[in-house]
C-alpha cells in the first residue's frame, strides 16, 4: 500500500533538480524517496531501490524507469544479481533451461617458484566474463524496459518472457569477474572495472619480474598497479618522480634518526611498490633500483649490512614514454638509463575504451557522436562517444593534445551539473587550441 505523499512532486522537484541531471546520493536519500512514493512506488519498495535505479527513474525521458518500477514493484521479478561460476545456467535457475551459456576464457597455468609464500598465486587464469548485473544504472535501466515490455501484453506466456531476458543478459551486461587460482582454491577478485590488461599485468608479478606500464596520461596506469596488488594479496605502497637516490633509500635526519621511505617498507617487509611517473624523475636517482631488482639484497643508510629482499616484492613502474626522453606531448620527461630499462618488462597501456564507458556509466555499445546538443539532453552514452570520437580524429590529425577518459568522467559531471556542451569542451577538450587545429580534428572524427 502506497504512502501518502508529505510533499508534493513539484515541490521535491524544485529540491532535487531538474530532471535528467539529478546525481542521488545519500544526502539527497530522503528527498528522492518522497519523489519516488509521490509518483505512486510503495514506500517499502522505495526503500529497497538503489542510488542508481533511482537516479535513472528520475533522470529518464518519458518515465519508461520509472513506468518499469512499477511494474516490479506489482509483479516482483526473479533477481539474476548473482552469477554462478558457469555462468546462467540450469544450476541457476532448475525450472527454466539455459538458453545461452557466456564465453569463458582459458584459465592461464603459471608456475611460481617454490621460495614464493603460498599466498602468492600459482596460476592466473585470464579474465573470465561471466554474466552479472553491476551498478550501471543504464545496465539496469535496460532490463527493467526489457521487462516491462514484455510482461505488458497479458497474452505473452511467462517462460517465453524469461528465456528472451536470458538470451538478452549477456549482451546488456558486459561484466568480467577475475578469478585468481591458488593452491588453497579460487579466489574471486569481483567485477570491478579493470583494464583489459590487469590480468597480463597479475601474472608477470606473479613471477617476480617487475613491470612498467607506459601509456597516455589518464589512461588507469596507476589504478591497475593497486588493483594488482590487491589481487596478489600485497600491501600497496606509492612513490612519485624521483629526484634523489634518498627518496628511495631514505635519510637519517639531522638528530640522527632514519627517515624510511615505502619503497624499502616494500622492499623489506613485503608488498608492491608503484613507481609512478618514473620517467619524470631524475636519471642517476632513479639507478638505486638497478640493485634492488637485481639482486636479493640492499643496502641501506640506517645500517651496516645489507637489507634482504622480501618474497613478496614487486615493482610497478608507470611511464608516459619508453624512458627514451621527452617526445613533442610528454616534454618533462628524462632518459632513462639502459641498464635501468633492461631490468623491466614493458606493457603498452592504452586507453580501454569499454573500461572508460563502463566507469562514466554509459552504455558498452557505441551510436553516433552527436554534434551540438543542450546539456538538458545531453547524456552519458552521447558525450563518452563524442569524447572518442575527438580523440580518434587528434590521433589522425598528429595533434599534440591529451583527450583522456578523464574528459569523459569529468564531463559527465558537469552535464549532471547543467553546464553548456560547449563550456564543458573549452574545459576539457579544447583548452585554448587553435580554431584551425580544432576544425581538422572535428573533420577527422567525422563531426
Not at 217 to 234: M, R, W, Y
Request: glycine share 6%.
Amino acid at each position: 500500500m502506497s504512502r501518502t505523499p508529505t510533499m508534493p512532486t513539484d515541490e521535491i522537484e524544485s529540491l532535487l533538480g531538474p530532471r535528467g541531471s539529478m546525481v542521488a546520493t545519500s544526502h539527497n536519500r530522503p528527498l528522492w524517496r518522497k519523489w519516488l512514493t509521490a509518483k505512486g512506488l510503495p514506500s517499502a519498495f522505495a526503500c529497497e531501490l538503489s542510488i542508481e535505479e533511482a537516479q535513472d527513474a528520475y533522470n529518464a525521458i518519458g518515465d519508461t524507469a520509472l513506468n518499469a518500477l512499477k511494474v516490479r514493484a506489482a509483479n516482483p521479478a526473479p533477481q539474476w544479481q548473482d552469477a554462478t561460476p558457469a555462468g546462467y545456467g540450469p544450476d541457476a535457475n532448475p525450472a527454466v533451461p539455459a538458453q545461452r551459456e557466456a564465453p569463458q576464457a582459458d584459465v592461464i597455468p603459471v608456475s611460481i617458484p617454490v621460495s614464493i609464500p603460498v599466498s602468492i598465486p600459482v596460476s592466473i587464469p585470464a579474465a573470465n566474463p561471466v554474466p552479472a548485473l553491476g551498478n550501471n544504472p543504464n545496465t539496469a535501466a535496460a532490463l527493467q524496459m526489457l521487462i516491462a515490455s514484455l510482461t505488458a501484453n497479458n497474452s505473452l506466456d511467462e517462460n517465453r518472457v524469461r528465456a528472451i531476458m536470458r538470451e538478452e543478459l549477456p549482451n546488456l551486461v558486459p561484466v568480467t569477474r577475475l578469478e585468481i587460482v591458488t593452491p588453497a582454491g579460487i579466489k574471486d577478485c569481483g567485477s570491478e572495472p579493470r583494464h583489459k590488461l590487469v590480468p597480463t599485468l597479475i601474472q608477470i608479478l606473479s613471477q617476480k619480474i617487475p613491470a612498467a606500464l607506459v601509456g597516455p596520461a589518464g589512461s588507469g596506469k596507476t589504478t591497475a598497479a593497486e588493483q594488482a596488488a590487491h589481487a596478489l594479496d600485497i600491501p600497496f605502497y606509492i612513490q612519485g618522480a624521483v629526484q634523489g637516490a634518498h627518496e628511495l633509500l631514505g635519510f637519517v635526519d639531522a638528530h640522527g634518526r632514519y627517515q624510511s621511505t615505502p619503497f624499502r617498507q616494500a622492499f623489506e617487509h613485503g608488498g608492491a611498490i608503484c613507481l609512478d611517473e618514473l620517467d619524470a624523475g631524475d636519471a642517476a636517482g632513479v639507478l638505486v633500483l638497478n640493485s634492488a631488482l637485481a639482486n636479493g639484497h640492499m643496502p641501506f643508510p640506517d645500517q651496516t649490512e645489507p637489507v634482504k629482499r622480501h618474497p613478496a616484492f614487486n615493482v610497478i613502474a608507470c611511464l608516459n614514454t619508453y624512458g627514451t626522453g621527452a617526445d613533442r606531448t610528454y616534454v618533462g620527461r628524462t632518459q632513462l638509463d639502459g641498464a635501468t630499462l633492461d631490468r623491466f618488462a614493458f606493457l603498452a597501456w592504452g586507453y580501454d575504451e569499454r573500461l572508460e564507458r563502463a566507469i562514466v556509466g554509459a552504455s558498452p555499445e557505441d551510436s553516433p557522436a552527436p554534434r551540438k546538443l543542450p546539456a538538458s539532453t545531453m547524456t552519458a552514452d552521447a558525450w563518452v562517444n563524442r569524447v572518442q570520437a575527438l580523440r580518434s580524429g587528434a590521433a589522425k590529425e598528429k595533434a599534440r593534445v591529451v583527450i583522456s577518459p578523464r574528459a569523459s568522467l569529468y564531463g559527465v559531471r558537469m552535464i549532471a551539473a547543467g553546464m553548456p556542451q560547449a563550456t564543458i569542451e573549452d574545459c576539457l577538450i579544447w583548452r585554448g587550441m587553435d580554431a584551425d587545429l580544432r576544425r581538422r580534428i572535428e573533420s577527422a572524427a567525422s563531426l
